[in-house]
T-cell receptor, first 120, second 110 residues
C-alpha cells in the first residue's frame, strides 16, 4: 500500500536556526502533499497544500515566508521552518493527496509518522 | 464555531467496556467521514472510512454516520488496553482536504 516516509522524527534546535522536514512517498507518485501541525492535546491543523511543480497554498494565518514548502518532485515534499522560535515547537505531519480505502479499494489519505520539533 | 466538534475527554474505561466516541459538524457538504487512531508521538492511522450516511463494521469497530443530524460515531466493543490512544474524527467534501476534530483521548484500564 501507499507509504509515506517522514524524516526526522524528532529534532531539537536553537532559536533562530532553520529546520527542514522531509516527506517522501515511497511507492507511488504524490502530486499533492498536505502539511499539518499539531500542538499538544490539540487536533491537526492544516498549514499548507503543496502541489508538485507549483507554489504551495497556505492556510490563513500561516506565514509562507516562515514555513517554506518545496515540492520539486513527485516523491518528495519538504517543509523548512526558518528562524525557528520556541512557539514553533510542535508536531508536524505530512499526508498525501492519494487516497486508498483499505476495504473497498477506494483511496484514502496516508500520513507520515510525524516530526516533533522542539525549539530551545 | 468550529466546523467539527469532538469531546476531547479524557475518557477512561475498564477493559471489555463498550466505548462510544462522537463528533458533530456544521458543514453539510461533508461527504466522507473517517476515524483515525493516533498513538502518542505518532502519525494518525486510519481506522474507519465511510461515505455518506449509514453504518460500517470492522471487527470490534463500528462507525455510524447520520448526515441528517450531522453526527458521527465510533463504537469500540470489548475494548482492550491496546486501544488506548487518541481518536480523531475527520471529514471532507469531494476534495482531499481533511477537517479534523480535536481528538478524544481514550484509556482502557486492564
Amino acid at each position: 500500500g501507499a507509504v509515506v516516509s517522514q524524516h526526522p522524527s524528532w529534532v531539537i534546535c536553537k532559536s533562530g536556526t532553520s529546520v527542514k522536514i522531509e516527506c517522501r512517498s515511497l511507492d507511488f507518485q504524490a502530486t499533492t502533499m498536505f502539511w499539518y501541525r499539531q500542538f499538544p492535546k490539540q487536533s491537526l491543523m492544516l498549514m499548507a497544500t503543496s502541489n508538485e511543480g507549483s507554489k504551495a497554498t497556505y492556510e490563513q494565518g500561516v506565514e509562507k515566508d516562515k514555513f517554506l514548502i518545496n515540492h520539486a518532485s513527485l516523491t518528495l515534499s519538504t517543509l523548512t521552518v526558518t528562524s525557528a522560535h520556541p512557539e514553533d515547537s510542535s508536531f508536524y505531519i505530512c499526508t498525501t493527496g492519494v487516497e486508498r480505502d483499505y476495504t473497498s479499494g477506494a483511496n484514502v489519505l496516508t500520513f507520515g509518522a510525524g516530526s516533533r520539533l522542539t525549539v530551545l | 464555531q468550529k466546523e467539527v466538534e469532538q469531546d476531547p475527554g479524557p475518557l477512561s474505561v475498564p477493559e471489555g467496556a463498550i466505548v462510544s466516541l462522537n463528533c458533530t459538524y456544521s458543514n453539510s457538504a461533508f461527504q466522507y467521514f473517517m476515524w483515525y487512531r493516533q498513538y502518542s508521538r505518532k502519525g494518525p492511522e486510519l481506522l474507519m472510512y465511510t461515505y455518506s450516511s449509514g453504518n460500517k463494521e470492522d471487527g470490534r469497530f463500528t462507525a455510524q454516520v447520520d448526515k441528517s443530524s450531522k453526527y458521527i460515531s465510533l463504537f469500540i466493543r470489548d475494548s482492550q488496553p491496546s486501544d488506548s490512544a487518541t481518536y480523531l474524527c475527520a471529514m471532507r467534501t469531494s476534495g482531499s482536504r481533511l477537517t479534523f476534530g480535536e481528538g478524544t483521548q481514550l484509556t482502557v484500564n486492564p
